[in-house]
């Protein structure tokens, strides 16, 4: 059976993995890498500081220190070394048959995959938080993109990225019930909810700039795939 499952991945992985376009090789080069997601993170940072006292936005801050080191550390340190499962790219009898760019290959290992866990914890986290539609719609679709960009660069099986995704989903949630605890220990109290803020006390305009900084690295994301597909 685990035979078969294995076989499942690995069929599903040439079926996602690479395309024929220049761009979208450059789209996912942009978008696998942390520091596109900067601007989004201090938007993230932004609505911390502004609806929160100062010791509630260190509990953020230690929560979401906690929350990442759980992810990337049960799946780098321990499944990674643990499992032995090659990536895709560092596998032999995939050499001809998934696509790679710029040879762009990572470590040896790749079981389970540390972007989903780490993508997926602080998505959930965060939506959590916020209990915002539109700000855990972008958190979502970010945590999506980042995660498929695995795939399609022939860095992780989908088998890596689903079992990332769920780790990820847990540690994320177990931590935000964390979060809740201690708050109510330190009395750390949220604003009254209105039609102003979110469920959780949050000011929706404070999220806003969530919203739009999207669209930006999405132009950005664009203008690196274009310079990759016309660069020679």
Sequence with gaps: MIEQIIQWDKELLVALNGSSSLFLDGAMMAITETPTWIPMFLCL??????????????????????????????????????????RPSQEPELANVIDLVNDYRCGLYGFISSHASNTFGLSVFFMLLFR????????????????????????HYPLDILMGTLWGI??????????????????????????FYTATGYRRSDLLPLLFVFPL????IVIRATLFAFTP
């Excluded at 993109?145 to 022939?154: Q, V």
């Excluded at 690295?217 to 950005?220: A, D, E, K, P, Q």
């Design 45 to 86: 940072l932004y609505a911390i500081i502004r609806n929160n006292k100062w010791r509630g936005i260190l509990l953020i801050i230690a929560m979401v220190a906690l929350l990442v080191t759980l992810c990337d550390q049960f799946a780098s340190g321990f499944c990674k070394p643990y499992f032995h499962r090659l």
């Design 132 to 155: 915002c539609r539109k700000a855990s719609l972008l958190l979502l679709l970010y945590a999506c993109l980042a995660s498929y960009s695995r795939i399609y660069l022939g860095v």
């Design 170 to 195: 847990f540690c994320g949630l177990v931590v935000y019930q964390l979060y809740l605890w201690l708050s109510k220990r330190l009395n750390i109290t949220a604003h009254a909810v209105t039609s």
């Design 217 to 220: 690295i999405f132009v950005y």
